[in-house]
């Protein structure tokens, strides 16, 4: 069954501090992970997107990595901000057919 | 970016009436919608993937007469929510399929509609 996890659930950092979301995944034929934050009462927006082939892609303060073989993600964020609070979705994408399997979020909180 | 617009944002309605909500992509054609519903903590529920120029496919359990899907340009999908009560409720957001049609193709999420049904 396709599946993705993610860790913490909720997390609540200080403004300044690192922190490292986690991802796992059982999808099979995988196609691409992406990580997404979805501030509250908006839509997603898209952080990065990784391949097969792809170990790490930062964009901005935001570090993303995949271990194909052992099928886990994580997303470093560095020297958090207060408009970094927001859940964070990890998505896998299936090979065929064509969908998105979504992971149930992690909700971070960054205090002043 | 690619930009995908929803209306409304929110909508407040009594139990009974069916509501209306648009998917819009601004800047670019998409062959293919999908229709989310979000509840509060959880993350996004596909309901729906909806085709330009035929029936939308909707997942197992989600009433295709309850939930009617229309796509019926390459940038605007609506999702009409008929005889709404208020366990449907929810966030509903839409997404569209970017142009290439490629197994990486990213899915750009409008804003969501935020529907409370009295």
């Known amino acids: 069954k396709n599946q993705v996890e993610q860790s913490p659930q909720s997390l609540i950092i200080l403004e300044g501090k690192n922190c490292t979301l986690q991802?796992?995944?059982?999808?099979?034929?995988?196609?691409?992970l992406r990580w997404y934050k979805q501030d509250t009462g908006r839509g997603p927006v898209s952080l990065t997107i990784?391949?097969?082939?792809?170990n790490t892609k930062s964009n901005g303060r935001y570090t993303a990595t995949l271990d194909a073989d052992t099928k886990q993600s994580s997303l470093h964020i560095t020297a958090s901000q207060l408009s970094d609070s927001a859940s964070y979705i990890c998505v896998v994408s299936a090979l065929v057919p064509y969908k998105y399997i979504f992971g149930t979020g992690t909700r971070l909180k960054v205090l002043a | 970016g690619a930009v995908v617009s929803q209306h409304p944002s929110r909508v407040i309605c009594k139990s009974g009436t069916s509501v209306k909500i648009e998917c819009r992509s601004l800047?670019?054609?998409?062959?293919?919608m999908f229709w989310y519903r979000q509840f509060p903590k959880q993350s996004l529920m596909l309901m729906a993937t909806s085709n330009e120029g035929s029936k939308a496919t909707y997942e197992q359990g989600v009433e295709k007469d309850k939930f009617l899907i229309n796509h019926a340009s390459l940038t605007l999908s609506t999702l009409t929510v008929t005889s709404a009560h208020p366990e449907d409720s929810s966030f509903y957001i839409c997404s569209a399929r970017g142009p290439s049609g490629g197994p990486t193709d990213t899915q750009y999420f409008g804003p969501g509609t935020r529907l409370t049904v009295l």
């Open positions: 990784m391949t097969f082939s792809e």
């Open positions: 991802c796992n995944y059982t999808v099979s034929p995988f196609s691409n």
């Open positions: 800047d670019f054609q998409a062959t293919t």
